[in-house]
């Protein structure tokens, strides 16, 4: 089940062996929508407007507005594991191989980036979208263009989104490192061993970066040396 909270009046959620998509709202919460989805799905997006963004792992995308009518689907050849990111009006979904910039209101592809492996996490959007693959590539592509700015080869799958903060991208690899990569070149300013794979995205508080890895350890690190500030068992 996914589920996506925006706040202590309405909870979005995916029931993924009946195939709809549930809305509660209200003081006290209570449903008020429930629809019917085509297969089985990510976790739906809320938008500022109050319509929601739910992708399929078919590779069906769509948009509901607030009473729950679908506006537009759309076929996006490739199944959709995680929820598109968003940024300003542009959606950038990650179906199969390709990333895509596509426009909220319509649907509308804006540009379409196609990577040698499967793209299994969001990108992470700042001047540029960042993504991983099952190649073990690292792609940097221009956010108006799709154009391929960059790319860095790491030792092992990359199946989680990348965290940006500052001048550098934060990628965890299944080849138990995380890379901190300069985010206008792609250079490497750090490596650092996690001890195993990573298939979980990262989140930057500050200076620190906060990783969970498959042994069950949570790791505090130095976002700017790459330096083990502090570990827990979980």
């Given amino acids: 089940t996914g589920i996506a909270v925006t706040d202590s009046t309405l909870i979005l959620t995916i029931d993924q062996d009946q195939k709809r998509l549930v809305r509660l709202a209200g003081n006290p919460l209570a449903q008020d929508i429930s629809l019917p989805i085509p297969a089985a799905s990510t976790a739906p997006r809320y938008l500022p407007d109050g319509s929601i963004i739910i992708g399929s792992y078919n590779g069906q995308?769509?948009?509901?507005?607030?009473?729950?009518?679908?506006?537009?689907?759309?076929?996006?050849?490739?199944?959709?594991?995680?929820?598109?990111?968003?940024?300003?009006?542009?959606?950038?979904?990650?179906?199969?191989?390709?990333?895509?910039?596509?426009?909220?209101?319509?649907?509308?592809q804006v540009w379409s980036h196609r990577a040698s492996g499967a793209v299994m996490a969001a990108p992470a959007i700042d001047d540029r979208a960042y993504f991983g693959s099952t190649d073990s590539l690292v792609y940097a592509v221009n956010l108006r263009t799709g154009a391929l700015e960059w790319f860095f080869s790491a030792r092992g799958q990359i199946v989680a989104s990348p965290a940006v903060g500052g001048t550098r991208v934060f990628v965890p690899a299944n080849d138990k490192r995380i890379y901190a990569l300069d985010k206008q070149t792609g250079d490497?300013?750090?490596?650092?061993?996690?001890?195993?794979?990573?298939?979980?995205?990262?989140?930057?508080?500050?200076?620190?970066?906060?990783?969970?890895?498959?042994?069950?350890?949570?790791?505090?690190?130095?976002?700017?040396?790459?330096?083990?500030?502090r570990e827990f068992a979980l």
Avoid: F, H
């Avoid at 759309?74 to 895509?100: F, M, N, Q």
């Fill in 61 to 108: 995308l769509s948009r509901y507005d607030t009473s729950g009518m679908q506006t537009w689907t759309l076929d996006c050849k490739g199944p959709i594991i995680a929820p598109p990111s968003i940024a300003e009006s542009v959606l950038y979904v990650s179906a199969g191989k390709s990333v895509s910039a596509r426009r909220i209101s319509n649907g509308e």
């Fill in 188 to 229: 490497t300013a750090w490596t650092y061993q996690a001890g195993a794979p990573l298939n979980q995205e990262m989140t930057l508080a500050g200076d620190l970066l906060v990783v969970g890895t498959l042994e069950g350890k949570l790791l505090l690190i130095n976002a700017q040396d790459g330096k083990l500030v």
